[in-house]
Protein backbone atom coordinates (compact mmCIF):
# COMPACT_ATOMS: atom_id res chain seq x y z
CA UNK A 1 0.00 0.00 0.00
CA UNK A 2 1.45 3.69 -0.93
CA UNK A 3 2.78 5.67 1.81
CA UNK A 4 0.72 8.42 2.63
CA UNK A 5 1.69 11.88 4.43
CA UNK A 6 3.83 11.77 7.34
CA UNK A 7 5.53 8.80 8.94
CA UNK A 8 6.57 7.71 12.51
CA UNK A 9 3.24 8.08 13.81
CA UNK A 10 3.30 5.14 16.21
CA UNK A 11 0.00 2.97 16.43
CA UNK A 12 -1.41 2.99 19.97
CA UNK A 13 -1.92 0.29 22.54
CA UNK A 14 -5.69 -1.15 23.10
CA UNK A 15 -8.09 0.73 25.24
CA UNK A 16 -10.89 0.17 27.73
CA UNK A 17 -13.64 2.46 26.42
CA UNK A 18 -16.65 0.60 26.43
CA UNK A 19 -20.27 2.01 25.55
CA UNK A 20 -22.87 1.15 28.54
CA UNK A 21 -19.76 1.51 31.17
CA UNK A 22 -18.61 5.52 30.76
CA UNK A 23 -20.83 6.36 28.45
CA UNK A 24 -24.50 5.31 27.03
CA UNK A 25 -25.88 5.42 23.25
CA UNK A 26 -27.84 7.97 22.46
CA UNK A 27 -31.43 6.44 22.18
CA UNK A 28 -32.61 6.20 18.40
CA UNK A 29 -29.09 6.08 17.29
CA UNK A 30 -29.75 2.64 14.64
CA UNK A 31 -33.36 4.42 13.37
CA UNK A 32 -33.44 5.19 9.48
CA UNK A 33 -32.07 8.57 8.86
CA UNK A 34 -33.09 8.57 5.60
CA UNK A 35 -34.55 5.92 2.43
CA UNK A 36 -30.16 4.95 1.69
CA UNK A 37 -28.76 5.35 4.88
CA UNK A 38 -28.63 5.11 8.77
CA UNK A 39 -26.39 5.70 11.88
CA UNK A 40 -24.93 2.47 13.01
CA UNK A 41 -24.81 1.47 16.33
CA UNK A 42 -22.12 3.27 18.15
CA UNK A 43 -21.01 0.18 19.71
CA UNK A 44 -19.79 -0.45 16.19
CA UNK A 45 -16.87 0.65 14.08
CA UNK A 46 -18.88 2.61 11.30
CA UNK A 47 -21.27 3.64 14.26
CA UNK A 48 -18.01 5.22 16.06
CA UNK A 49 -16.76 6.75 12.69
CA UNK A 50 -19.73 8.07 11.40
CA UNK A 51 -20.03 10.03 14.87
CA UNK A 52 -16.41 11.23 14.45
CA UNK A 53 -16.00 9.80 18.05
CA UNK A 54 -12.18 8.98 19.30
CA UNK A 55 -13.36 4.90 20.11
CA UNK A 56 -13.82 5.05 16.33
CA UNK A 57 -10.30 6.32 15.70
CA UNK A 58 -8.50 3.94 18.34
CA UNK A 59 -10.40 1.16 17.19
CA UNK A 60 -9.95 1.78 13.32
CA UNK A 61 -6.00 1.61 13.73
CA UNK A 62 -6.15 -1.95 13.95
CA UNK A 63 -8.99 -3.01 12.02
CA UNK A 64 -8.78 -4.40 8.93
CA UNK A 65 -12.30 -3.71 8.16
CA UNK A 66 -11.64 0.46 9.20
CA UNK A 67 -10.38 1.15 5.46
CA UNK A 68 -13.28 0.35 3.77
CA UNK A 69 -15.36 1.87 6.36
CA UNK A 70 -13.31 5.29 5.86
CA UNK A 71 -14.21 5.43 2.31
CA UNK A 72 -17.66 5.17 3.27
CA UNK A 73 -17.68 7.77 5.33
CA UNK A 74 -16.07 10.42 2.86
CA UNK A 75 -18.44 8.83 0.50
CA UNK A 76 -21.41 10.25 2.64
CA UNK A 77 -21.16 13.02 5.46
CA UNK A 78 -22.31 11.66 8.19
CA UNK A 79 -21.99 14.76 9.95
CA UNK A 80 -25.27 15.99 11.94
CA UNK A 81 -24.59 19.70 10.33
CA UNK A 82 -22.69 19.77 7.52
CA UNK A 83 -21.83 23.54 8.95
CA UNK A 84 -20.41 23.30 12.33
CA UNK A 85 -19.44 19.61 13.02
CA UNK A 86 -15.82 18.60 12.40
CA UNK A 87 -14.70 15.69 10.58
CA UNK A 88 -11.97 16.89 8.18
CA UNK A 89 -9.05 16.35 10.62
CA UNK A 90 -10.08 13.18 11.75
CA UNK A 91 -10.82 11.61 8.73
CA UNK A 92 -7.89 13.23 7.35
CA UNK A 93 -5.79 11.34 10.17
CA UNK A 94 -6.77 8.07 9.37
CA UNK A 95 -6.36 7.99 5.48
CA UNK A 96 -2.81 9.29 6.56
CA UNK A 97 -1.90 7.07 9.35
CA UNK A 98 -3.43 3.90 7.62
CA UNK A 99 -1.48 4.87 4.66
CA UNK A 100 -4.59 4.29 2.22
CA UNK A 101 -4.40 5.49 -0.98
CA UNK A 102 -4.64 9.12 -2.08
CA UNK A 103 -5.78 8.78 -5.13
CA UNK A 104 -9.08 7.30 -5.43
CA UNK A 105 -10.17 9.76 -2.71
CA UNK A 106 -9.02 12.62 -4.84
CA UNK A 107 -11.36 10.77 -7.77
CA UNK A 108 -13.78 11.47 -6.08
CA UNK A 109 -14.22 15.07 -6.41
CA UNK A 110 -14.66 13.96 -10.33
CA UNK A 111 -16.84 11.18 -9.25
CA UNK A 112 -19.25 12.93 -6.90
CA UNK A 113 -22.84 14.26 -8.29
CA UNK A 114 -23.27 17.86 -9.48
CA UNK A 115 -23.99 20.36 -6.54
CA UNK A 116 -28.01 20.26 -6.78
CA UNK A 117 -27.96 16.10 -6.17
CA UNK A 118 -25.34 15.80 -4.00
CA UNK A 119 -28.00 14.41 -1.34
CA UNK A 120 -24.48 13.00 0.43
CA UNK A 121 -22.38 15.88 0.51
CA UNK A 122 -19.64 13.67 -1.04
CA UNK A 123 -17.60 16.73 -2.90
CA UNK A 124 -17.54 19.45 0.23
CA UNK A 125 -16.46 16.28 2.31
CA UNK A 126 -13.72 15.34 0.53
CA UNK A 127 -12.74 18.08 -0.31
CA UNK A 128 -12.54 19.17 3.31
CA UNK A 129 -10.19 15.80 3.85
CA UNK A 130 -7.94 16.76 0.93
CA UNK A 131 -7.32 19.99 1.69
CA UNK A 132 -6.01 18.60 4.99
CA UNK A 133 -3.89 15.80 3.47
CA UNK A 134 -1.97 18.93 1.61
CA UNK A 135 -1.35 20.61 4.70
CA UNK A 136 -0.04 17.53 5.77
CA UNK A 137 2.45 17.34 2.75
CA UNK A 138 0.63 14.77 0.86
CA UNK A 139 2.22 15.72 -2.31
CA UNK A 140 0.12 14.21 -4.89
CA UNK A 141 -2.97 15.30 -3.23
CA UNK A 142 -1.69 19.04 -3.71
CA UNK A 143 -1.08 18.42 -7.59
CA UNK A 144 -4.50 16.32 -7.78
CA UNK A 145 -6.76 19.53 -6.34
CA UNK A 146 -4.48 21.88 -8.74
CA UNK A 147 -5.89 19.77 -11.61
CA UNK A 148 -9.34 19.97 -10.68
CA UNK A 149 -9.47 23.33 -10.48
CA UNK A 150 -7.84 23.76 -13.59
CA UNK A 151 -10.89 21.50 -15.32
CA UNK A 152 -13.04 20.11 -12.62
CA UNK A 153 -16.83 21.47 -12.76
CA UNK A 154 -17.18 22.80 -9.10
CA UNK A 155 -13.82 24.39 -9.44
CA UNK A 156 -14.75 27.75 -7.08
CA UNK A 157 -15.47 25.55 -4.20
CA UNK A 158 -12.22 24.03 -4.68
CA UNK A 159 -10.00 26.43 -5.33
CA UNK A 160 -11.49 28.82 -1.93
CA UNK A 161 -11.01 25.70 0.68
CA UNK A 162 -7.31 25.73 -0.52
CA UNK A 163 -6.76 29.34 -1.00
CA UNK A 164 -7.60 29.52 3.05
CA UNK A 165 -5.00 27.03 4.13
CA UNK A 166 -2.36 26.09 1.67
CA UNK A 167 0.63 28.07 1.10
CA UNK A 168 0.17 30.78 -1.74
CA UNK A 169 3.28 29.25 -3.64
CA UNK A 170 0.65 26.23 -4.29
CA UNK A 171 -2.23 28.29 -5.95
CA UNK A 172 -1.20 31.74 -6.82
CA UNK A 173 -0.21 30.67 -10.52
CA UNK A 174 -3.50 29.43 -11.02
CA UNK A 175 -5.15 33.17 -11.22
CA UNK A 176 -4.88 33.02 -15.15
CA UNK A 177 -6.83 29.47 -15.71
CA UNK A 178 -9.21 31.18 -12.88
CA UNK A 179 -9.52 34.55 -14.41
CA UNK A 180 -10.82 32.52 -17.71
CA UNK A 181 -13.00 30.10 -16.09
CA UNK A 182 -14.99 32.91 -14.12
CA UNK A 183 -18.55 33.45 -15.85
CA UNK A 184 -21.78 35.14 -15.05
CA UNK A 185 -22.48 31.84 -12.13
CA UNK A 186 -19.28 31.93 -10.75
CA UNK A 187 -19.18 35.54 -10.38
CA UNK A 188 -21.95 35.60 -8.00
CA UNK A 189 -19.97 33.23 -5.86
CA UNK A 190 -16.94 34.23 -5.06
CA UNK A 191 -16.33 34.84 -1.37
CA UNK A 192 -14.42 38.10 -2.04
CA UNK A 193 -13.24 38.81 1.07
CA UNK A 194 -10.74 35.63 1.63
CA UNK A 195 -8.20 34.40 -0.49
CA UNK A 196 -7.22 33.91 -3.46
CA UNK A 197 -9.75 37.14 -4.18
CA UNK A 198 -7.63 39.28 -1.79
CA UNK A 199 -4.63 38.59 -2.93
CA UNK A 200 -5.34 38.82 -7.48
CA UNK A 201 -7.75 41.71 -7.61
CA UNK A 202 -4.63 44.02 -8.04
CA UNK A 203 -3.31 41.55 -10.63
CA UNK A 204 -6.18 41.21 -12.37
CA UNK A 205 -8.66 43.52 -14.12
CA UNK A 206 -11.19 40.61 -14.83
CA UNK A 207 -10.79 39.30 -11.37
CA UNK A 208 -11.73 42.54 -9.74
CA UNK A 209 -14.51 43.43 -11.91
CA UNK A 210 -15.98 40.06 -10.89
CA UNK A 211 -14.97 40.87 -7.08
CA UNK A 212 -16.23 44.70 -7.19
CA UNK A 213 -19.98 43.07 -8.15
CA UNK A 214 -20.15 40.39 -5.96
CA UNK A 215 -19.64 43.37 -3.19
CA UNK A 216 -21.82 45.48 -4.89
CA UNK A 217 -24.47 42.78 -5.29
CA UNK A 218 -24.06 41.38 -1.35
CA UNK A 219 -23.88 44.76 0.45
CA UNK A 220 -26.65 44.07 3.42
CA UNK A 221 -29.82 46.26 2.63
CA UNK A 222 -30.62 48.75 5.85
CA UNK A 223 -33.49 50.68 5.03
CA UNK A 224 -33.68 51.73 8.82
CA UNK A 225 -30.19 52.58 8.86
CA UNK A 226 -30.43 56.64 9.76
CA UNK A 227 -33.96 55.89 11.79
CA UNK A 228 -33.82 56.70 15.45
CA UNK A 229 -34.48 54.04 17.94
CA UNK A 230 -37.25 55.56 19.25
CA UNK A 231 -38.83 55.98 16.14
CA UNK A 232 -37.95 51.98 15.01
CA UNK A 233 -40.11 50.85 17.87
CA UNK A 234 -43.27 53.62 17.06
CA UNK A 235 -43.15 51.49 14.01
CA UNK A 236 -42.78 47.86 15.69
CA UNK A 237 -46.16 48.96 18.02
CA UNK A 238 -48.19 49.53 15.15
CA UNK A 239 -48.69 46.03 12.93
CA UNK A 240 -50.50 47.31 10.19
CA UNK A 241 -47.32 49.66 8.98
CA UNK A 242 -45.24 47.49 7.70
CA UNK A 243 -45.47 44.16 5.94
CA UNK A 244 -41.99 42.73 6.93
CA UNK A 245 -40.25 43.53 10.33
CA UNK A 246 -37.15 41.86 9.82
CA UNK A 247 -35.38 45.05 8.50
CA UNK A 248 -35.80 46.93 11.51
CA UNK A 249 -35.34 44.47 13.96
CA UNK A 250 -32.08 43.32 12.60
CA UNK A 251 -31.29 47.14 12.51
CA UNK A 252 -32.68 47.09 16.44
CA UNK A 253 -29.94 44.55 16.54
CA UNK A 254 -27.01 46.46 15.49
CA UNK A 255 -27.74 48.88 18.51
CA UNK A 256 -27.63 48.34 22.33
CA UNK A 257 -30.07 46.21 23.68
CA UNK A 258 -33.53 48.17 24.03
CA UNK A 259 -35.73 47.40 27.25
CA UNK A 260 -38.82 48.92 25.37
CA UNK A 261 -39.04 45.44 23.31
CA UNK A 262 -40.65 43.62 26.14
CA UNK A 263 -43.18 46.40 26.33
CA UNK A 264 -44.33 45.24 22.41
CA UNK A 265 -43.19 41.86 22.57
CA UNK A 266 -47.01 40.53 22.74
CA UNK A 267 -48.02 42.74 20.24
CA UNK A 268 -45.44 41.13 17.92
CA UNK A 269 -45.83 37.52 18.52
CA UNK A 270 -49.77 38.49 18.12
CA UNK A 271 -48.70 39.52 14.26
CA UNK A 272 -46.60 36.46 13.58
CA UNK A 273 -43.10 38.23 13.69
CA UNK A 274 -40.35 34.66 14.16
CA UNK A 275 -37.10 34.37 14.35
CA UNK A 276 -36.19 38.46 13.91
CA UNK A 277 -37.70 39.26 17.02
CA UNK A 278 -36.36 36.01 19.19
CA UNK A 279 -32.81 37.62 17.74
CA UNK A 280 -33.67 40.91 19.14
CA UNK A 281 -35.33 39.33 22.17
CA UNK A 282 -32.03 37.51 22.96
CA UNK A 283 -29.86 40.29 23.75
CA UNK A 284 -31.76 41.96 26.69
CA UNK A 285 -30.14 39.54 29.08
CA UNK A 286 -31.31 39.27 32.60
CA UNK A 287 -33.82 42.12 31.76
CA UNK A 288 -35.46 39.57 30.15
CA UNK A 289 -35.94 36.67 32.54
CA UNK A 290 -39.36 37.21 34.03
CA UNK A 291 -41.21 37.29 30.14
CA UNK A 292 -38.48 34.15 29.44
CA UNK A 293 -39.50 32.13 32.25
CA UNK A 294 -43.34 32.95 31.19
CA UNK A 295 -42.34 32.10 27.54
CA UNK A 296 -40.01 28.85 28.33
CA UNK A 297 -43.20 27.17 30.32
CA UNK A 298 -44.87 27.00 27.49
CA UNK A 299 -43.62 24.94 23.91
CA UNK A 300 -45.93 26.30 21.46
CA UNK A 301 -45.18 29.79 22.03
CA UNK A 302 -43.30 31.60 19.14
CA UNK A 303 -40.08 32.06 22.03
CA UNK A 304 -40.13 29.51 23.67
CA UNK A 305 -36.67 28.36 22.98
CA UNK A 306 -35.55 32.07 23.46
CA UNK A 307 -36.84 31.82 27.19
CA UNK A 308 -34.87 28.57 27.00
CA UNK A 309 -32.01 30.22 25.91
CA UNK A 310 -31.79 33.29 28.05
CA UNK A 311 -32.70 31.17 31.18
CA UNK A 312 -29.70 28.91 30.82
CA UNK A 313 -27.18 32.08 30.32
CA UNK A 314 -28.48 34.25 33.25
CA UNK A 315 -31.12 31.94 35.00
CA UNK A 316 -30.46 30.27 38.56
CA UNK A 317 -30.97 27.15 40.81
CA UNK A 318 -34.71 28.29 40.55
CA UNK A 319 -34.80 27.92 36.85
CA UNK A 320 -33.18 23.90 36.82
CA UNK A 321 -36.53 22.34 36.68
CA UNK A 322 -37.53 23.92 33.49
CA UNK A 323 -34.09 23.60 31.88
CA UNK A 324 -34.66 19.88 32.70
CA UNK A 325 -37.91 20.35 30.78
CA UNK A 326 -36.66 21.91 27.98
CA UNK A 327 -34.14 18.76 27.91
CA UNK A 328 -37.04 16.34 28.00
CA UNK A 329 -38.89 18.49 25.33
CA UNK A 330 -34.99 17.99 23.19
CA UNK A 331 -35.45 14.59 23.37
CA UNK A 332 -38.87 14.81 22.53
CA UNK A 333 -37.78 15.78 18.46
CA UNK A 334 -35.30 13.28 17.64
CA UNK A 335 -35.02 14.97 14.14
CA UNK A 336 -33.54 17.68 15.98
CA UNK A 337 -30.55 17.53 17.93
CA UNK A 338 -29.56 21.02 18.68
CA UNK A 339 -29.58 23.01 21.00
CA UNK A 340 -28.87 20.37 24.22
CA UNK A 341 -25.53 22.15 24.77
CA UNK A 342 -27.06 25.59 25.90
CA UNK A 343 -29.13 23.91 28.41
CA UNK A 344 -25.85 21.28 29.10
CA UNK A 345 -23.51 24.02 30.21
CA UNK A 346 -26.66 26.03 32.29
CA UNK A 347 -26.90 22.92 34.58
CA UNK A 348 -22.52 23.03 34.50
CA UNK A 349 -22.67 26.58 35.59
CA UNK A 350 -25.64 25.98 38.57
CA UNK A 351 -24.97 22.70 39.80
CA UNK A 352 -26.50 21.40 42.88
CA UNK A 353 -28.77 18.15 42.52
CA UNK A 354 -31.03 18.45 40.16
CA UNK A 355 -28.06 19.19 37.79
CA UNK A 356 -26.37 15.76 38.75
CA UNK A 357 -29.16 13.73 38.40
CA UNK A 358 -28.83 14.89 34.97
CA UNK A 359 -25.86 12.52 34.18
CA UNK A 360 -27.23 9.69 32.89
CA UNK A 361 -28.47 12.21 29.83
CA UNK A 362 -24.94 13.66 29.57
CA UNK A 363 -23.50 10.26 28.71
CA UNK A 364 -25.89 9.23 26.27
CA UNK A 365 -25.32 12.80 24.83
CA UNK A 366 -21.55 12.24 24.17
CA UNK A 367 -22.76 9.38 21.50
CA UNK A 368 -24.55 12.47 19.27
CA UNK A 369 -23.58 12.57 15.61
CA UNK A 370 -23.91 16.31 16.45
CA UNK A 371 -20.53 16.27 17.63
CA UNK A 372 -20.38 20.29 17.64
CA UNK A 373 -21.87 20.12 20.92
CA UNK A 374 -20.11 17.34 22.18
CA UNK A 375 -17.08 19.99 24.25
CA UNK A 376 -19.97 21.38 26.05
CA UNK A 377 -20.87 17.87 27.13
CA UNK A 378 -17.46 17.06 28.54
CA UNK A 379 -17.28 20.21 30.24
CA UNK A 380 -20.27 19.42 31.85
CA UNK A 381 -19.05 16.26 33.18
CA UNK A 382 -16.00 18.11 34.32
CA UNK A 383 -17.93 20.33 36.71
CA UNK A 384 -20.38 17.79 37.57
CA UNK A 385 -18.94 14.74 37.83
CA UNK A 386 -14.77 14.99 37.52
CA UNK A 387 -13.55 11.99 38.58
CA UNK A 388 -16.20 10.12 35.59
CA UNK A 389 -15.30 12.25 32.96
CA UNK A 390 -12.06 10.24 33.03
CA UNK A 391 -12.75 8.08 30.31
CA UNK A 392 -14.29 10.25 27.91
CA UNK A 393 -11.00 12.77 28.70
CA UNK A 394 -9.33 9.29 27.25
CA UNK A 395 -11.00 9.30 24.03
CA UNK A 396 -11.10 12.57 23.69
CA UNK A 397 -7.74 12.83 22.74
CA UNK A 398 -8.60 10.95 19.60
CA UNK A 399 -12.05 12.99 18.68
CA UNK A 400 -13.16 14.71 15.74
CA UNK A 401 -13.85 18.14 17.46
CA UNK A 402 -10.64 19.93 18.02
CA UNK A 403 -12.23 21.73 21.16
CA UNK A 404 -12.98 18.21 22.66
CA UNK A 405 -8.99 17.57 22.01
CA UNK A 406 -8.07 20.54 23.94
CA UNK A 407 -9.77 20.28 26.85
CA UNK A 408 -8.59 16.31 27.20
CA UNK A 409 -5.19 17.62 26.21
CA UNK A 410 -5.69 20.01 29.43
CA UNK A 411 -6.89 17.77 31.51
CA UNK A 412 -6.74 14.09 30.83
CA UNK A 413 -4.84 11.81 33.41
CA UNK A 414 -0.95 11.46 32.90
CA UNK A 415 0.08 7.90 32.20
CA UNK A 416 2.38 6.40 29.55
CA UNK A 417 -0.79 6.23 27.18
CA UNK A 418 -2.15 9.60 27.50
CA UNK A 419 1.65 10.63 27.20
CA UNK A 420 2.09 9.37 24.09
CA UNK A 421 -0.88 10.37 22.71
CA UNK A 422 -0.26 14.25 23.41
CA UNK A 423 3.15 13.87 21.98
CA UNK A 424 1.13 12.87 18.61
CA UNK A 425 -1.11 15.81 19.11
CA UNK A 426 2.08 18.42 19.87
CA UNK A 427 3.90 17.01 16.97
CA UNK A 428 1.19 16.94 14.10
CA UNK A 429 1.34 19.49 11.96
CA UNK A 430 -2.53 19.40 10.81
CA UNK A 431 -3.50 19.35 15.08
CA UNK A 432 -5.30 23.12 15.51
CA UNK A 433 -2.51 25.33 17.39
CA UNK A 434 -4.34 26.11 20.71
CA UNK A 435 -4.42 21.38 21.11
CA UNK A 436 -0.66 21.29 20.26
CA UNK A 437 0.34 24.48 22.66
CA UNK A 438 -2.02 22.65 25.30
CA UNK A 439 -0.27 18.80 24.70
CA UNK A 440 2.81 20.76 24.83
CA UNK A 441 2.40 22.02 28.15
CA UNK A 442 0.94 19.03 29.53
CA UNK A 443 3.95 17.51 28.51
CA UNK A 444 6.43 19.82 29.97
Same mark, same amino acid.
Given at each position: ?39 ASPRTLLGSLQRGLGRGAHRAMSDPAAADLI? @????? @? ?28 ? /? ?101 ? !? ?26 ? @? ?12 ? &? ?6 ? !?? &? ?14 ? /? ?9 ? &??AARTWATTSWHPLFWTGMRLLAAHGGQADVP ?47 PHSYERADYLRARLALDPHGASGCLSEGLWD ?32 ? !? ?11
Amino acid at each position: MPKCGLTGYKKPEALSWSVGADCLPMSGATEDAGPDWYYASPRTLLGSLQRGLGRGAHRAMSDPAAADLII @DCLRR @DYRWSWQVDEREVYLARLVRDLRLPVQPIA /ARLWAAAPEESDDGNEFANTLGVLEVLGRAGVGEVVAEVRRYIDSGERWLEALEAVARSWPIRWWDDLYPVVADRLDSTTRERILWRSAPWTVWTARSARIAT !AVDAAKRRRAPARPYADTPTTALLDLLR @DPGRVTDWRPALRE &LRRRPPER !AL &LEIVDTLVAAGVGHPL /AAAMGQLGTVA &LPAARTWATTSWHPLFWTGMRLLAAHGGQADVPTLVAGLDWLDSRPDDLCGYDDLVKALARIGGPQATAELARLRRLWFSPHSYERADYLRARLALDPHGASGCLSEGLWDCESEVRLLAAQHVTLDDRSRDRLRYLRDDPIEA !ADVRAAAAARLS
